[in-house]
């Protein structure tokens, strides 16, 4: 890794942890772990199998 | 009287007077199939020049099919087939024939194991003459179509071994299979070879399936399976059925790339619905159909987003699926085109789903009707210790990328690719991968890990930054990542810099992933 790329990883790692330390950092997370379960939970719902489709005979 | 074998210049009509006079059907009826229309676009593309017809071939899945129906009818059926097989260069019979004999010829080994494009066994029935069909791919066309759950096939022609990277096709006979027992032999060739179990013949595969179930209908003549008797002949076998519902395209898409990366096809159960002539309603359904998927085309340039979270997955680019369809051929196409069928519930709301576009045609009242297809629920055939199945890895990941796009931080944001591998197959392309520093080669190749593993692979741009590797043997409750290969120290650093929130648990979704960034210290 050379020093350049040493250096910008410090400084994005810095401003992460200043982000993520901060009251609007947490609250963009806790916004964005909300969508992601939002997305989640449709998912989840739609890949539930209807039983009746299990017992529908493939005849064509 | 004719010989063992004869060679043919290809062309449409050679091959279907072929298909006739070798399986005994009429020629009207051969000309009809719809498999003939397929093969005409197929072997055009593939380049055919010629045909050796090879006579008297003992096939064992129709010997099977043989021995458990035909023998004990009264017409007397033939035993053997006939195997034709096609290449791309052209030679005469007296070519051939010096080339087996060892004299001669201008005609070399290279030439006809180079041209060789596969074969098609042709059964001696009156009908459903499509035997054994093993057939070269499409081509990648750029990286575009992919195959993965090919194999090597090794037929041998007079002394002389070919090979054909395929996935064998065989039409449903409507006797000892329907379109589920050629859909599922069609997946068990692939699951055969990668978790070695027994491939069953399609006599072996309806008896297993039929034989809990004895009321639903006779075995044998078969008009169709269920999802629930096909289960119980992966459970034959000695494999596992996963079902998952399917009538959402992201299920869909996102599913059937997992695990045909992981080299699993699987059997899609889908409703088929012709177009409506006025007055009738737009859409009537026909019936219900089985077929294995085979491959995928990832056609579209960019991958459509899961609102609200805008989690970008590679299996979105998805735009078409190569089936083998026993009613069309072997890689038929079927594309994700957007469109919708309307149709009434039982409770008579109308309701739209998400339907592919099929090379399926019918009759109905003098009319040539197009047919869509709605995908219904995809049955995995999985080895028993693949126990994470691909929607915990999804929710993992769609929950850490959430969180890191919302921390800040840098390369965002990322395309997940997510699918199912070996780890003798990761590590061999880690041991050759140039891009890999010495300490996360070492890492990865030396680490103890499971053989069967779930690859989260984070992209920008095409760049490969992480690839975050899940454990499928698991429990669901564990901390699952056994491993990371961090290909960017600046997005690393980042993650690993991430305060969380002072009520978090490190068990949450999307917390897991972090979890292993706080315990390792990073190895590039």
Not at chain 1, 8 to 21: L, N, P, Q
Not at chain 2, 108 to 118: A, F, K, R
Not at chain 2, 191 to 207: A, Y
């Amino acid at each position: 890794m050379s020093k350049n790329a040493t250096c910008a990883s410090k400084d994005s790692a810095e401003t992460v942890r200043k982000w993520t330390s901060s009251d609007e950092g947490r609250k963009a997370i806790k916004e964005a772990v909300r969508k992601a379960r939002e997305s989640s939970e449709q998912l989840q719902a739609s890949r539930r199998v209807d039983p009746a489709d299990l017992r529908r005979p493939f005849t064509v | 009287m004719a010989g063992p074998y004869r060679v043919i210049p290809y062309s449409i009509d050679g091959l279907k007077r072929l298909l006739a006079t070798e399986s005994g059907a009429r020629q009207e009826l051969v000309d009809s199939k719809l498999h003939l229309r397929y093969f005409e676009s197929y072997f055009d593309a593939l380049g055919a020049q010629t045909i050796v017809v090879e006579r008297e071939y003992v096939d064992r899945d129709f010997l099977e099919d043989f021995s458990a129906y035909y023998v004990r009818c009264l017409t007397p059926y033939h035993k053997t087939c006939t195997r034709l097989h096609f290449f791309s260069t052209h030679f005469t019979s007296r070519q051939l024939a010096r080339l087996v004999e060892g004299s001669p010829t201008r005609l070399t080994l290279d030439q006809i194991s180079g041209s060789y494009l596969g074969f098609v066994v042709v059964k001696p029935l009156p009908q459903t003459v499509v035997g054994r069909t093993c057939l070269k791919t499409y081509p990648d066309d750029g990286g575009r179509r992919f195959f993965p759950a090919t194999r090597d096939y090794e037929p041998n022609l007079f002394g002389m071994n070919l090979t054909v990277r395929t996935l064998a096709f065989q039409e449903q006979d409507s006797v000892v299979a329907a379109c589920a027992t050629s859909a599922l032999w069609s997946a068990f060739q692939g699951t055969g070879k990668v978790f070695n179990h027994s491939i069953l013949s399609p006599v072996e595969i309806t008896k297993a399936a039929a034989r809990d179930f004895p009321l639903e209908s006779r075995a044998i003549p078969n008009h169709g399976l269920t999802m629930e008797q096909m289960a119980h002949a992966i459970q034959d076998v000695g494999l596992e059925p996963l079902t998952i519902s399917v009538y959402d395209e992201r299920i869909l898409t996102g599913t059937l790339y997992a695990y045909l990366c992981g080299e699993i096809p699987s059997v899609l159960g889908l409703r088929l619905f012709r177009e409506g002539i006025p007055p009738e309603p737009p859409y009537i359904h026909i019936g219900d159909h089985a077929v294995a998927v085979t491959g995928f085309s990832l056609g579209k340039p960019t991958p459509s987003p899961i609102e609200p979270s805008g989690f970008l997955l590679e299996a979105s680019r998805i735009d078409r699926l190569y089936v083998h369809d026993d009613q069309i051929g072997p890689f038929a196409r079927m594309c994700i085109d957007g469109q919708t069928v309307m149709i009434q519930n039982p409770n008579g709301l109308a309701i739209s789903l998400s339907s592919l576009s099929t090379s399926w045609e019918v009759q109905s009242q003098g009319t040539t009707c197009l047919v869509r297809a709605v995908p219904m629920v995809a049955l995995l055939p999985l080895y028993h210790k693949v126990r994470i199945p691909f929607h915990v890895v999804h929710e993992e990941i769609l929950h850490f990328d959430s969180i890191i796009k919302a921390a800040g931080c840098p390369c965002q944001p990322l395309c997940w690719d997510i699918r199912l591998t070996r780890l003798n197959a990761l590590r061999w392309e880690a041991f050759r991968d140039d891009g890999l520093t010495a300490p996360a080669r070492r890492a990865l190749l030396t680490k103890s890990m499971p053989r069967f593993v779930w690859r989260a692979t984070g992209r920008l741009d095409g760049i490969t930054l992480l690839d975050i590797l899940f454990d499928a043997t698991d429990i669901e409750q564990a901390s699952l990542v056994v491993h990371v290969i961090e290909r960017a120290p600046d997005l690393s650093a980042a993650l690993r810099a991430i305060e969380p929130p002072p009520d978090v648990r490190w068990c949450d979704h999307g917390w897991r992933v972090l979890g292993w960034f706080r315990d390792n210290a990073a190895a590039y």
